[in-house]
């Protein structure tokens, strides 16, 4: 499993002060223990997100292109001994 390295709380704080210096506005109301989207910051949220699903639906559209089989696969159960099962067989398939 590949290992994800975030960054530092400073770190992240600086990147998110540098980024509403460049937007020229506020992104988020800040607290003295939690912080909460401007009406600008969810705007650059909706926008953000947008992007990253385009970005992913571009890499799978490459990837079959090269014939891989990408997606989503979406599977319902319903709670009983079987669902066990179901579980064993998804973490074999992976």
Do not use: W
């Amino acid at each position: 499993m590949k290992e994800i390295r975030l960054p530092s709380q400073p770190t992240l704080s600086r990147q998110l002060k540098d980024l509403e210096a460049e937007l020229q506005t506020a992104l988020f109301i800040r607290e003295q223990h939690h912080m909460t989207l401007t009406e600008s910051g969810g705007i650059f949220q909706s926008r953000a997100r947008q992007i990253l699903s385009l970005i992913n639906r571009a890499s799978d559209e490459v990837k079959i292109s090269n014939d891989e089989l990408t997606g989503t696969l979406v599977i319902g159960c319903v709670e009983s001994t079987i669902s066990e099962a179901l579980v064993n067989y998804i973490k074999a398939f992976r």
